[in-house]
Structures are given as structure tokens and as C-alpha cells.
């Protein structure tokens, strides 16, 4: 008697004679194609919670500058910092004096076009208006697609260099990055120059963020060199600067205005990035060091070496670090003079011990630490401190208005007074800790053996 199969392909064997692939029978009469068995309710829940979360954009709240001055104070008040708020510095920020970007985001399964805006609240330039409606024409589909953000670079005075990160993989988007670059050549007579970008691993490009990145960077027309405003120096195009220019291009004659420089004092300043500080002031000072470790600031500092009236100035290509610093004031030359030390941190950087004592040990005049992290600011005081250096003034810096970030440049001198509980006479002592020597108990004195010698009396000196 025939028995009814199980599965559903009744009747076929494994050598059908028609020809048709049929998975083998699993336990249970399931195949190898079969599909995916249907979820549960809770997993359709969480699958759905997670494409709604996957389209809506993380929004992250900026503060005012109102909240930041709250911030400051409370930091301030909780970890006990030394000293007064002077006056914040900052400048108006003006849309065309600042960095823009065109960026792609993938909301879900759909590629978008957005422009990041340098600060809170500002409309975009026309610039950037007329970029962003040429990318939307139909003969850059391609080229759109293989667009990951436009970078408009601002000089301060109203021009741009713009960097295009692209993964060009074919002729057609080759093509498409030519036309590009034609249009804005011919259309945007603000533009200076137009250089393309690729970065490995593949991420977004940031200045100042790049540390651990290769980029590589082809010039489609103008120079790898844009200028800083109007005030005779330039930086490279892949070299770090704030979006915001305007309170930046004045930082040189604020830090000035703090410190009150001689003529024959000597200025190093540390993580330079251009130098654009450094060169500013090597008119006040008799020598001027700069370094960082990036080939982009190199670039960027020896071409406003070459710009400067006055040969006082170097550059140093190495990291931050103890072994470079002592090597540099092992030498007769640079340990003398009045020394200003400028360590400009970025917000993920911080200074360790070892550092701070070799900063020290080098007795400098003056030591400018800005940085806008509050926790390594508070352990970077406690540093100086130790090592005999008290907080002079505290200089908080609004650098760009409208961001929700800031900066605090704190200036150090040193202990000469012995306000910190230091005697300046033993300063070079502090760190060998001199123990009292131990003292005998009362109880243990009469376990002692004690030897005394009787004089003789007047009768038995003459018996």
C-alpha cells in the first residue's frame, strides 16, 4: 500500500529525472532552503525600535554661553582652583570667516546631503548654497554618490579652499569629479583653491582629529598653502585651525597683552600646529621655538619662517615628550635666558607627570597650559603646583561662539615668595623627603646600661 510522504515534494527523489534541484529532508521535514522561521513579537519589537532609532539623527545639545560660564564656575568652586575669571575673550563669529561642510548621512537605507554648519543658529553662505544645488544636477548622480563631504576651508577674509573627499573608482565618477571641479573653478571666484582627499582607513577627514590617519591629497588647481587673513601667514590646507577664524586671528596680541613680554626673553611653543602664535610673537622675543609632529604643520611653519622679518625662529618636528625636552635644555644655549612655555592641548590630549616635571626642571618664566578639558586642567595645576609653580591668571577663551565649546589658558610663574609652603632656597630639594631621626622611649631608657665614673674626695687623693 503506498504511504504518504511527510514533506511536500511528495513523489521526487534525490535523482528526479526531470532535472530539478530538491533539498535534502532534515528531522522535523525541514530543507536546507527552507526560510527564516517567523520571529517573535518581542524580537519584531526591538528590530523595529532599533530602524526607528537608526533614522532619527543623535541631536546633541549645545550649550550657551550662559551655561558655560555656569560650568566654569561650578569647576572653579568644586575643585577649589586657585585665582579669579579674568575677562572672556572672544570675537564676533561671521559666517564667511568660518569653516563649512557638506556631509553625507545615511538615515536608514536612504543617502542624504546635509550642510554642518560652524556654530548654532547660522544660515548658510551663498557659497555653500550654490555648491549644494549643483551637486543635486542629474550628470553628477554618479560622482554624488561617491561623494563622502565637501570641506570649505575659510581663510578669515572671505576666501576658500575647499577639500573634496571622494572614493573615485571608475571613469564615470572620474569624469563626474572634473566636472565638479570645472564648475567651481569657472562659478565660484571665492574659491582659491580645490584639492581632493582620500583617507585610510576610509572615515570622515578632520583636522583635528587626523592622528592615526593616512591622507593622501591631490591638488586639482590653486596651491596646497592658504593664507591666514591679512596678517602675512599661511597654513596648509590639511593643517589644524578652529572652524571659527575670527577670535583666532587675535589670540597672539591677547596672549601678549597677559604675559608682558621682554626682549630678551625666549618663547616655545609646544603642539604648534602652523605656528601661527609662535611667528606673531617672534617679533617680541629674542629667541622663538616651535614643534608638533604632523608633515602638514611643518609645511605650514617653515613657510612663515621664511616670511618673517627677524631669523630668530626654528622648528622641531617631533611629539611632545620628556626625552625631547631634556635633550633640548642639555644644551648650554637654549638653558639660558627667560623661557615662556605656550603647550596648546587638544580636548582629547593630556599631560602626564613625567612631563610636567621635566617642564619644570627646566625652570621657565612663565608657562601658558590652554586647554578645554576641566579634568585635565584640574590635574595639570595640581602638576605645577608640586613642582613649585602657583597659578597667576586664569584666561578663559570662547574661541567659537555658537559651538558649545571653550577653552581655559591658565598662566603659571614660578614660587619665588614660598606661597605654595616651599622654601625657594631648598627648591631643588623638594622631592628628597627628609625623615626626623627616631626618638627613644621613656620605657626602653632604663634597659640602657649607663657607665659613670665617681671622682675621689679630698682624704683619699692624700691616703
Given at each position: 500500500m503506498y504511504k504518504k510522504q511527510n514533506n511536500r515534494f511528495s513523489g521526487r527523489t534525490a535523482s528526479n529525472t526531470m532535472g530539478n534541484r530538491i533539498g535534502k529532508p532534515l528531522t522535523g521535514g525541514k530543507f536546507h532552503a527552507s526560510r527564516k522561521?517567523?520571529?517573535?513579537?518581542e524580537e519584531k519589537d526591538r528590530e523595529q525600535n532599533e530602524a526607528k532609532k537608526a533614522e532619527k539623527p543623535v541631536v546633541r545639545r549645545i550649550l550657551s554661553f550662559d551655561d558655560i560660564k555656569a560650568q566654569v564656575s561650578a569647576w572653579m568652586e568644586n575643585d577649589r582652583i586657585p585665582g579669579k575669571?579674568?575677562?572672556?575673550?572672544?570675537?564676533?563669529?561671521?559666517?564667511?570667516?568660518?569653516?563649512?561642510?557638506i556631509l553625507k548621512e545615511f538615515r536608514g537605507k536612504q543617502e542624504l546631503l546635509t550642510i554642518d554648519a560652524p556654530s548654532r543658529d547660522m544660515k548658510p553662505i551663498e557659497l555653500v548654497n550654490r555648491v549644494m544645488e549643483q551637486l543635486h544636477k542629474e550628470h553628477l548622480h554618479i560622482f554624488k554618490k561617491a561623494l563622502r563631504q565637501i570641506w570649505f576651508r575659510a581663510t578669515g577674509d572671505g576666501r576658500y579652499a575647499i577639500l573634496v573627499q571622494v572614493n573615485v573608482k571608475g571613469k564615470i565618477s572620474a569624469h563626474g569629479y572634473k566636472t565638479f571641479v570645472s564648475f567651481v573653478e569657472r562659478s565660484c571666484p571665492e574659491v582659491i583653491s580645490c584639492h581632493q582627499i582620500q583617507c585610510l582607513p576610509d572615515r570622515l577627514f578632520d583636522p583635528a582629529d587626523a592622528q592615526g590617519m593616512k591622507v593622501e591629497s591631490k591638488c586639482s588647481y590653486g596651491n596646497d598653502l592658504m593664507p591666514i587673513a591679512g596678517t602675512g601667514f599661511c597654513?596648509?590646507?590639511?593643517?589644524?585651525?578652529?572652524?571659527?577664524?575670527?577670535?583666532?586671528?587675535?589670540?597672539?596680541?591677547?596672549?601678549?597683552?597677559?604675559?608682558?613680554?621682554?626682549?630678551?626673553?625666549?618663547?616655545?611653543?609646544?603642539?604648534?600646529?602652523?605656528s601661527y602664535v609662535s611667528a606673531s610673537l617672534a617679533p617680541c622675543f629674542k629667541?622663538?621655538?616651535?614643534?608638533?609632529?604632523?608633515?602638514?604643520?611643518?609645511?605650514?611653519?617653515?613657510?612663515?619662517?621664511?616670511?618673517?622679518a627677524t631669523p630668530n625662529m626654528r622648528f622641531h618636528r617631533s611629539h611632545l615628550d620628556a626625552s625631547f625636552i631634556s635633550k633640548f635644555f642639555s644644551k648650554s644655549d637654549n638653558a639660558e635666558g627667560r623661557w615662556t612655555f605656550y603647550i596648546n592641548l587638544n580636548t582629547n590630549d593630556t599631560i602626564n607627570s613625567e612631563l610636567v616635571q621635566t617642564l619644570?626642571?627646566?625652570r621657565p618664566e612663565r608657562i601658558l597650559f590652554q586647554t578645554g578639558n576641566l579634568e585635565t586642567a584640574s590635574k595639570a595645576i595640581k602638576a605645577f603646583r608640586n613642582e613649585g609653580y602657583m597659578l597667576r591668571k586664569n584666561i578663559p577663551l570662547y574661541m567659537e561662539p555658537g559651538r558649545g565649546t571653550f577653552e581655559i589658558l591658565f598662566l603659571f610663574v614660578p614660587d619665588r615668595v614660598g606661597i605654595l609652603g616651599q622654601n625657594p632656597a631648598l627648591a631643588h630639594r623638594s622631592r628628597n623627603i627628609q625623615r626626623p631621626k627616631e626618638r627613644l622611649q621613656r620605657a626602653n631608657t632604663s634597659e640602657i646600661p649607663h657607665f659613670v665614673q665617681k671622682a675621689?674626695?679630698?682624704?683619699?687623693?692624700?691616703?
Open positions: 522561521p517567523d520571529l517573535s513579537k575669571l579674568q575677562a572672556w575673550y572672544t570675537a564676533e563669529a561671521i559666517p564667511e570667516h568660518s569653516d563649512w561642510r597654513m596648509h590646507v590639511l593643517d589644524w585651525s578652529p572652524r571659527i577664524k575670527d577670535a583666532w586671528v587675535g589670540l597672539p596680541l591677547r596672549i601678549k597683552d597677559a604675559i608682558h613680554p621682554n626682549p630678551e626673553d625666549r618663547f616655545f611653543e609646544f603642539c604648534s600646529g602652523p629667541q622663538v621655538e616651535a614643534l608638533d609632529c604632523r608633515e602638514s604643520a611643518m609645511q605650514s611653519s617653515k613657510t612663515n619662517i621664511r616670511n618673517l619644570a626642571g627646566s675621689p674626695s679630698f682624704k683619699q687623693r692624700k691616703g
